[in-house]
């Protein structure tokens, strides 16, 4: 069996001391690529050298997280932080020099619950379809990150991609059924935390969205399903094992399918 982590921080400081045990169950468990995110530039940068570690197993996504474009400074996240707004085009040439480097724009997109809409919403919405437009120039997929910004995020998307020309990834995505209906309709793919186990909302997605348009992720160390640990990417079998159930098919055709998705959103082998 082959799985996929899509989006995961293995670069955050919780994973310093045991990085290889982490990794060494990842492997264990049949998981055969792992999406490291970026943030901001220099957890980009610092994803960029993770992955050397293992190339095949280890995937750079690079990206400029809306609470950070704005100079934000989330509480203590434990990635490398940015002072101050973070300069897109400044940004963009970086990764235009590292194109062949990383193989998706993410975690980009909005955020209302660490910015007020009210303050933010016209910033967020600028930087979005700069970084939208700046995807389809590279023809990279986008890994979306839309909390509390569901509905904005996905209007956002339909205006800026046209004919499904690079694919759309919402990660955890929490917009309830209308939303989920209009995202689905535009091509975009969901990815799957492991906490799908007690998460309902997560399991009425898995409902309503084609198997086609799955994933799996992690957001290691964040969203475990286990209390008192955190997260990892040999979890992704849960999401593996809930979405099998919910569709009623073998834990071996759920595995199937979706690392056929990734391969195919990704443009890997
Ligand atoms: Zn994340």
Redesign the pocket.
Known sequence: MKLVDV???LNHELFKEDIDTILGRARKSGVKAILI?G?NPEANKQVLSFVEKDHSLLKASLGIYPIDALGIQPDGVGLPSHKGPIDLETEFSFLEKNNTKFIAIG?VGMDFHWASKEETYERQAENFRKIIRFAIKLKKPLVI?SRKAEEECVQILSEEIKEQEIPVVN?CFSGGKEVIRKAAALGHYFSIPPNIVKASNFQTLVKMVDIHQLLTET?SP?LSPIKEQKNEPAFVMKSIEKIAEIKQISIEAAASQIWKNYQKVFGTS
Do not use: A, R, Y
């Open positions: 989006h995961c921080h995110s943030v975690e990150h990660h957001d964040w």
